[in-house]
């Protein structure tokens, strides 16, 4: 599974991006897909996840009310909605996928596809 994230750019405190997760050759049918993000000098965090035949979400506490994940049928894309954007949300964001029926789901050892990342920059 190739992924490409997409949509990081350089915001204002408060105000919101939306960030695409999409698969090359193949769907994310049988897969879970997941958001991470990693901050310069900072160990990669989870940020949210989304299994693609269930639709059954997870988001981390630090995001959660603000951020929103979604999946796009027609696009074949997972979607991050990031609203009230934060300084402190600064990092280069990544996709990743896993396997539905794999354990594990907040640590990057969990997912075994990963995109090159894409930066969000929050200026205050």
């Known amino acids: 599974v190739q992924l490409q994230a997409s949509g990081g750019g350089s915001v204002q405190a408060g105000d919101s991006l939306r960030l695409s997760c999409a698969t090359s050759?193949?769907?994310?049918?049988?897969?879970?897909v997941g958001w991470f993000r990693q901050a310069p000098g900072k160990e990669r965090e989870f940020v949210a996840a989304?299994?693609?035949?269930?639709?059954?979400?997870w988001d981390s506490d630090s995001v959660k009310g603000r951020f929103t994940i979604s999946r796009d049928n027609g696009k074949n894309t997972v979607n991050l909605q990031m609203n009230s954007l934060k300084p402190e949300d600064t990092a280069t964001y990544y996709c990743?996928?896993?396997?539905?029926?794999?354990?594990?789901?907040?640590?990057?050892?969990?997912?075994?596809?990963w995109g090159l990342g894409t930066l969000v920059t929050v200026s205050s």
């Open positions: 050759g193949r769907t994310f049918s049988g897969h879970t």
């Open positions: 990743a996928a896993r396997p539905s029926y794999s354990y594990g789901l907040r640590s990057s050892d969990d997912y075994n596809y």
């Open positions: 989304i299994d693609w035949s269930t639709g059954r979400a």
